[in-house]
Structure formats: C-alpha cells, structure tokens
C-alpha cells in the first residue's frame, strides 16, 4: 500500500502503521486483490441496499409528498474503478423539501 502526503511518500506492508500529521493524505492500495473486491458483485450489492435504504429514509422525511428522491449506483472511474452510490433529487418540491426541512441530509445515518 502507499500512503503519500504533501511532500512525502511511504509504501508499507501490511500491519504497519505511520503517522502523517498535519497533511492531506491519499491511501492507494496497490492490491489488485483489493482492487477486484472493490468492483466486485457483492460491493455493488451493498452500495445499492444501503442508497436505496437513504432514497427510502429521504421520501419518508419528505414532507412534500411524493417519492422525489432517486438512488444511483455506477462503475466510478476512482483509482481504478469501484462502485459509487447516491441519492438525488427529482423534482422541485423534492428540493425545496432538502433545502427547507434537509430531507435528505437527514436520511444519512
């Protein structure tokens, strides 16, 4: 794995714990094992279940009316690729429901 901060770069083993304070840091993990976990199946299963879980919440709280948050799940192009969730909205009372009563922002646990 590499780990790189501001000016620096570290590639540990496994276990091995370092400390960079007061830095971005970015964890890249050089696993093409890891990499095939994170397109996997089974990764995309649980990103779905739990968008569709805060789409749910999301209209629930939406005191609006109607079902005007959509869950999305894709392929991301992020270091490689991995499945990406999320929860939009669809309509205009669906928007003013986030922006005056945070109908979604609080259907995020």
């Known amino acids: 794995m590499a780990i790189s901060g ?18 971005q840091t970015r964890i890249k993990f050089i696993s093409q094992g890891f990499k095939e976990i994170l397109c996997s199946d ?5 990103v779905t279940e739990q968008a569709s879980i805060i789409q749910d919440r999301a209209n629930a709280n939406n ?4 079902k ?4 999305h799940v894709w392929m991301g192009g992020y270091g490689g690729g991995r499945w990406v969730g999320s929860v939009t ?3 205009r009372k669906s928007k003013i ?9 609080r259907a995020v646990k």
Do not use: I
């Open 6 to 23: 501001q000016s620096c770069e570290y590639t540990v083993a496994a276990g091995e714990v370092v400390w960079l304070m007061g830095t």
């Open 42 to 46: 089974g990764v995309k299963n649980l």
């Open 63 to 66: 005191s609006r009316g109607g």
């Open 68 to 71: 005007g948050f959509d869950a």
């Open 89 to 91: 909205t669809t309509d």
């Open 97 to 105: 429901a986030e922006a005056e009563d945070k109908a979604l922002s």
